[in-house]
């Protein structure tokens, strides 16, 4: 008998978390045991995108190879005032799993995004959180953010068997200055 324990709390020592890139071969492991497997051919994308330097792909793992998290950054968008390529990035799909929440990963993983960001020479950094996630909010206020706008939070995405899903979210924009 197999039993969930992704709600439990994992005492985790962040000294003990690897941050890296992501590579072809863990694309599988980005859909998280099916959750997210609606999204696989956007992960199949936006890693092509990092093969050009649009884009990073960022996931934190245990020292046995378990993710626990994943952030994206787009480094230029047909959205400007998002990610502009040369001051301005935007991260997005800013995921931790549910056991290693409220220990420190997120900011964790999100400081290293920072910090490589501003060694790429960027000096802000920009997101969309749902407007009913209040949990994100009061992250990522704690980390510097700025609400600058609200945003419909309209898009779509074509699942794995093909289907074209149109999504609202109404979200905020917000916004940290890095360098």
């Given at each position: ?79 400007l ?82 289907i ?16």
């Amino acid at each position: 008998m197999m039993v969930d324990a992704s709600h439990l709390k994992n005492d985790i020592d962040l000294g003990d978390l690897i941050i890296r890139q992501v590579v072809k071969d863990d694309l599988p492991a980005l859909e998280w045991d099916g959750e997210y497997t609606q999204f696989r051919r956007m992960y199949a994308s936006l890693y092509r995108d990092t093969q050009t330097g649009r884009a990073l792909m960022w996931m934190i793992e245990t020292e046995k190879g378990d993710m626990v998290g994943q952030a994206f950054v787009i480094l230029r968008s047909g959205e400007l005032s998002a990610a502009d390529g040369e001051r301005r990035a935007y991260i997005f799909s800013f995921r931790v799993k549910p056991g290693y929440r409220n220990q420190g990963v997120g900011t964790f993983l999100l400081e290293f995004i920072h910090e490589d960001l501003r060694r790429r020479g960027f000096k802000f950094v920009t997101l969309n959180v749902a407007k009913d996630n209040p949990n994100a909010i009061r992250l990522y206020r704690r980390l510097g953010y700025k609400v600058i706008s609200s945003h419909a939070g309209k898009w779509s995405y074509t699942d794995h068997e093909g289907i074209t899903h149109h999504v609202d979210e109404p979200a905020w924009r917000m916004m940290k200055r890095i360098g």
